[in-house]
């Protein structure tokens, strides 16, 4: 790998603020930082019952309302009854967290009113590293994920690990440097040329879920601001 300055590191760390994941056709895409409280529009008016489901399985019902009440059906989503009977049946997630990601539906008497894709935006961080230590990789997620290094001096990545929370199938050159105990993955006895940014990304929902801009040095005249 090749080594870089703070600077390209920041840089490209800026870089990749800027890009999303794609956002599949017809969804009303929301993104929001973790732990976020965040609502779900739906404006319709509904006389029957209104609820909020899975795009994939309405069979999982997270709140619903009706005439005379709400109810929230899985803790962390809510509806309100006042806003039902105005004609706001919007749902809110009291503190977004990656198992909440999904597409949701709302529903007015069996027929669909919205559809929200739900993303949690990248979280991002710089470390700072002295030869010969370790760098700890949060997984964060519970779905496969894949580890890809970008270089100073590139703009496209290499994938160098696929992991699951109980597997790692990585690059040779990192096979014996790795270690996992999930949700954590270790790069063992970082060098200069370990510096650059690695991408958690889950391949299932293609979302980036992290991104650390690592400088390993010996000189501790740096100072590297974590963005977190």
């Not at 009854?81 to 069996?110: F, P, W």
């Not at 990545?157 to 929370?165: D, L, P």
Request: proline residues 3%; negative net charge.
């Amino acid at each position: 790998m090749q080594s870089c300055s703070i600077h390209h590191c920041v840089l490209l760390l800026l870089t990749l603020t800027f890009t999303t994941a794609p956002v599949a056709a017809g969804d009303c895409p929301t993104l929001v930082k973790l732990h976020q409280r965040v609502t779900l529009p739906c404006t319709v008016e509904c006389s029957g019952e209104a609820k909020w489901t899975l795009y994939s399985t309405r069979d999982v019902v997270f709140a619903r309302c009706d005439q005379t009440s709400c109810s929230s059906v899985v803790k962390g989503y809510e509806m309100s009854h006042d806003q039902y009977l105005k004609g706001d049946l919007s749902l809110t997630i009291t503190s977004a967290e990656y198992s909440m990601r999904n597409t949701y539906v709302c529903e007015c008497r069996g027929r669909d009113y919205s559809t929200v894709r739900l993303s949690i935006e990248t979280v991002f961080s710089a470390v700072q590293k002295n030869p010969g230590e370790d760098l700890i990789l949060d997984l964060t997620v519970p779905e496969p994920v894949e580890v890809i290094y970008t270089s100073s001096d590139s703009a496209d990545g290499e994938q160098i690990c696929n992991v699951t929370q109980h597997s790692r199938q990585c690059k040779a050159e990192y096979t014996h440097r790795t270690s996992l105990r999930y949700p954590d993955l270790t790069l063992r006895d970082v060098t200069e040329s370990d510096s650059g940014l690695y991408t958690i990304r889950d391949t299932e929902n293609k979302e980036d879920i992290r991104v650390y801009a690592v400088f390993v040095t010996g000189t501790s005249q740096y100072d590297v601001c974590g963005v977190d």
